[in-house]
């Protein structure tokens, strides 16, 4: 188990212990937490599971897929450069103690 922050856009904060090899959408979703809502159910094919990552998962992250990328493109909150979609990150031990703070909006 890999545990992470969650910060959903009211400010609220939960700390989620993910199973390794989850993804942190699947995580969002199992634990109630507010801002992700995975339209697609994790193929990469909504950009509803877009959030912002800080910088321990940014150093922690291999670089965003093309497939993740064109999905980006298609954020309805605003794009940072520290923008992922949650489905696309899967806990790992690597990731232990960082955060992921979520748009005001996903549509």
């Known amino acids: 188990m890999t545990t992470l922050t969650y910060i959903e856009a009211s400010g609220q904060r939960t700390d989620v212990d993910v199973p390794d090899g989850w ?10 937490i507010d801002g992700i809502l995975g339209e697609c159910g994790g193929s990469c094919a909504c ?12 150093a922690a992250l291999p670089a ?3 497939s993740e ?13 520290n923008s992922r979609l949650a489905c696309q990150i899967k806990a790992s031990p690597a990731l232990a103690g960082g955060s992921l703070s979520l748009p005001e909006t996903q549509e």
């Open 23 to 32: 993804s942190l959408m699947q995580a969002a979703i199992a634990n109630g």
């Open 64 to 66: 965003p897929s093309a």
């Open 47 to 58: 950009a509803t599971c877009h959030c912002y990552v800080d910088d321990l998962l940014m």
């Open 69 to 81: 990328l064109d999905m980006l493109d298609n954020v309805s909150a605003e794009r940072r450069p």
